[in-house]
């Protein structure tokens, strides 16, 4: 498969997910497909990469490509990935460019010979601190033509571990770390986790009956039979091998839990400490029901992510919901170059209205967010076109008016259509864009009452700007493109046409 394939989205311009990591441990079972089952159901975290690293005690197979978990796998790839331990990464860019060499798992060999696969969900913010570190290793390119922070952690662990363990120089590395992470990585015989001193993101940890798991979401483990045990708690480092498991704390935890996962990232049937995220949704429905409430004959989703939050809106003010939008089930990410005729069409490709069920109505429109408002702007010209009366769109979210820089790729603040101040004359500039009769977002103090969490345990900085972590003058998405241009200037520019690389103690450094 080539490296150069072109991807494009053509219908969506709202947040993109970030990452979804998953790892086992498991002597005796199919690691590799319970790790594709596990991506599979953590699809909607990423779609432009997927990967999977192998370890049988003797070495690491890694095997990722650009396109999505089915596309990247199949029965034969699979089965070649034999081992008792796997790491699987699907990916969405949010450090560093979308091409073969930042999709994940990354891989480094340590000074000792051995090596080290890794997944990382969030985005590190002082990575260009990292970075200069990492092009300081002796002997080794910072930038094996990857610009990822996963890239620099994973090069700085195997560093660090030629004067202790992995676990060890996890344990010096990870306290140095700012911002939002989520480690699953693996040397040849140990499995390894770790999530951020905020626990920005979800990571929970299951049990299989012959091993463990560890997955972003416990959708993941539903689907391959594990059961939950805990969440990986911020601050730890798990450590999962033939001694059995283990942990030990890099950090005192300062919860921090995103609440944008609630409101859209995380699987309606996942639940995060403690409170199922579908119930979270149907509340804020139910709240935003009551804060911003309409005169209207229906009550529809934009399906999928605005469907529980339209069925509390619809239980709380009594009016009747339906389904007035269908989705087409198979439009996702494309690596095809639509022509322009076809980009045009835009949301068309992903909606389509039932003209019958919507004709004549005054509609209530239930979204989970607003970013641009392109989306919506067209999904309202959409329904007055099949013969809608009225559109009042209600938001299951606040504003969302700053960027985020823990692994969420909203646009710049320039571009996020709600920045200007929370007022009324805002919401009715975004109204007027958008081409509604009204508009209404739920509170923040709502939709943090929905999640069963204190405020004080939330990262509210895409509704609020308040960062949990300090953000430096030095971030941002293409952080480390123009240092890995200067540290590989010379270096071969060409894409492999075989992704798959076999990693044991005797392998060099360079890596396909």
């Not at 992995?166 to 990870?174: H, W």
């Not at 944008?260 to 996942?270: H, N």
Request: aromatic share 6%; proline share 5%; charged share 20%.
């Amino acid at each position: 498969m080539s490296g150069r394939r072109l991807e494009i989205d053509v219908v969506d311009e709202g947040p993109k997910e970030e990452c979804g990591v998953f790892g086992v441990w498991a002597p005796g079972e199919e690691v590799a497909k319970l790790t594709y089952y596990g991506l599979y159901a953590l699809q909607h975290r990423g779609q432009e990469a997927a990967g999977i690293a192998v370890a049988d005690g003797a070495g690491i197979l890694v095997f990722k490509d650009l396109g999505l978990v089915s596309q990247v796998f199949d029965e034969q790839t699979l089965s070649s990935l034999v081992g008792h331990i796997a790491v699987g990464h699907c990916r969405y860019s949010t450090t560093g460019g979308n091409n073969w060499e930042n999709a994940q798992p990354t891989y480094a060999t340590t000074a000792v010979g051995s090596g080290i696969a890794l997944g990382h969900n969030g985005n590190l913010v002082n990575t260009a601190e990292l970075a200069s570190k990492a092009a300081l290793i002796p002997g080794r390119s910072a930038f094996n033509r990857s610009t990822t922070d996963s890239d620099v952690v994973t090069r700085l662990l195997a560093d660090r571990s030629a004067d202790s363990t992995i676990f060890g120089a996890a344990m010096e590395l990870l306290p140095t770390l700012k911002g939002a992470f989520n480690f699953v990585f693996c040397d040849e015989q140990t499995l390894y986790a770790a999530r951020d001193p905020q626990g920005i993101h979800p990571l929970v940890l299951g049990r299989l009956d012959r091993g463990w798991v560890v997955a972003s979401e416990t959708a993941a483990l539903d689907i391959v039979g594990a059961s939950y045990v805990r969440e990986v708690e911020p601050g730890e480092l798990l450590a999962i091998d033939n001694d059995g498991l283990r942990s030990e704390r890099f950090a005192t935890p300062d919860p921090k839990g995103c609440l944008f996962e609630y409101a859209y990232l995380a699987r309606p049937d996942t639940t995060i400490a403690g409170r199922g995220v579908h119930a979270t949704r149907v509340e804020v429905g139910r709240r935003l029901a009551i804060e911003a409430p309409v005169e209207a004959d229906l009550v529809i989703p934009t399906p999928e992510s605005g469907t529980p939050a339209a069925i509390g809106y619809a239980q709380q003010s009594g009016i009747p919901y339906g389904q007035g939008l269908v989705k087409n089930a198979y439009v996702g990410r494309t690596f095809i170059q639509p022509s322009q005729t076809i980009r045009q069409l835009g949301i068309r490709l992903k909606l389509n209205p039932l003209r019958d069920v919507i004709r004549g109505k005054r509609l209530i429109v239930v979204d989970d967010s607003i970013v641009r408002g392109n989306t919506q702007r067209a999904l309202v010209r959409m329904l007055r076109e099949s013969g809608a009366l009225e559109v009042h769109v209600r938001i299951a979210a606040p504003p969302v008016r700053w960027p985020c820089f823990y692994g969420i790729d909203f646009a710049s603040r320039t571009e996020l259509i709600a920045n200007a101040s929370p007022d009324e004359s805002a919401v009715e500039s975004v109204r007027a864009f958008i081409g509604a009769d009204t508009l209404g977002y739920v509170s923040l103090e709502s939709l943090v009452q929905s999640s069963e969490q204190p405020r004080n345990r939330l990262c509210t900085a895409c509704f609020t700007g308040e960062y949990p972590v300090a953000i430096p003058a030095q971030v941002g998405k293409h952080v480390l493109e123009g240092i890995a241009r200067g540290v590989a200037s010379g270096a071969d520019a060409g894409v492999p046409s075989v992704h798959a690389a076999s990693y044991g103690a005797e392998d060099a450094l360079t890596r396909p």
